[in-house]
């Protein structure tokens, strides 16, 4: 169903793992997708992709810790396609380490993409957004590790803890101009950022990988699967399509139950 048929939509971090299952899904609902990563050639390559197969896509280089870079990546995309409506602000990265050996450069690394990046990707969208009040839909792509807490992840789950508070006031302030906001909450997905992660947790932990995958990542799952891309695709797919505030300002978990709430 063509349910995203003449909007547009920006991706972060969309050359890779889920902004780009996001990128596809909504290219074949009929959106006009701006594949927004700092890798630009990766972000070329999905957009291509995305062209090959009959979709429309651009691909923009953008670093979500730049303001200029930013506000330059969203204008692009706007000027390719029209405005935009929807933004899923999806970049992000892993440094997993205890606390008392975290460095600070580290935890700024983290914070910056995270969440400078999610306030810089949504400030950009609402200039076209809140344009005679058009609206749009803001996703922010969060985790379990929004609601829970994990060892050696001090950053990250401060970071997506963090998300859930700009959703909620966005959608306050969202709703006067027909803006609303959410965030969807992974469990463990295979992407690259999880598959760096294996080997790091077995050796701080001192635990074999296999351990780590059935244990730490999947051990408080109901079934012991991971979660898939396409099921977040699917997740994100629906509330940017979603036809009114009745849902908004929501975080939505998607986890093979590890996290029920
Ligand atoms: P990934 O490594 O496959 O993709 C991340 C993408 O973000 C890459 O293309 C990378 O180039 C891009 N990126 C990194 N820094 C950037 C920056 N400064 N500016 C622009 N782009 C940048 O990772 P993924 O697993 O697909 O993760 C995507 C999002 O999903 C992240 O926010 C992550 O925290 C979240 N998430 C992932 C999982 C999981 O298990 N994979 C679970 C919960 C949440």
């Keep these: 169903m063509n349910t995203l048929a003449g909007k ?14 996001v990128a596809f899904t909504f290219a074949n609902a009929g959106a006009a997708v701006a594949i927004a990563d700092l890798d630009r050639d990766g972000a070329a390559a999905v957009a291509e992709q995305i062209r090959r197969a009959g979709g429309r896509a651009v691909g923009v280089k953008m670093d979500v810790t730049s303001e200029t870079d930013v506000a330059r990546g969203i204008d692009q995309a706007a000027q390719a396609f029209g405005s935009i409506d929807v933004l899923v602000s999806n970049a992000g990265i892993q440094i997993v380490g205890p606390i008392d050996r975290y460095t ?3 935890w700024k690394k983290m914070q910056s993409i995270h969440l400078d990046g999610a306030f810089l990707t949504t400030k950009a969208a609402l200039k076209y957004m809140y344009e005679a009040d058009r609206g749009g839909v803001v996703i922010y792509m969060g985790s379990v590790h929004s609601h829970e807490g994990s060892a050696l992840k001090s950053a990250y789950v401060t970071a997506k803890h963090g998300l859930i508070g700009l959703a909620r006031v966005l959608a306050k302030e969202g709703a006067a101009h027909n803006v609303r906001s959410h965030v969807v909450c992974p469990g463990f997905v295979k992407t690259p950022l999880v598959d760096k992660q294996i080997p790091e947790q077995a050796a701080a932990l001192g635990i074999s990988e296999q351990e780590v995958i059935e ?5 408080d799952t109901v079934d012991g699967e991971f979660t898939d891309a396409q099921d977040i695709a699917r997740t994100v797919l629906f509330l940017a399509s979603f036809p009114s505030a009745a849902l908004t300002g929501q975080s939505l978990v998607v986890s093979h139950g590890w996290c029920m709430r």
């Design 104 to 106: 600070f450069a580290d």
């Design 8 to 21: 547009t939509a920006v991706i972060t971090g969309a050359a890779s793992g889920i902004g780009r299952a």
């Design 215 to 219: 244990r730490v990542m999947l051990g």
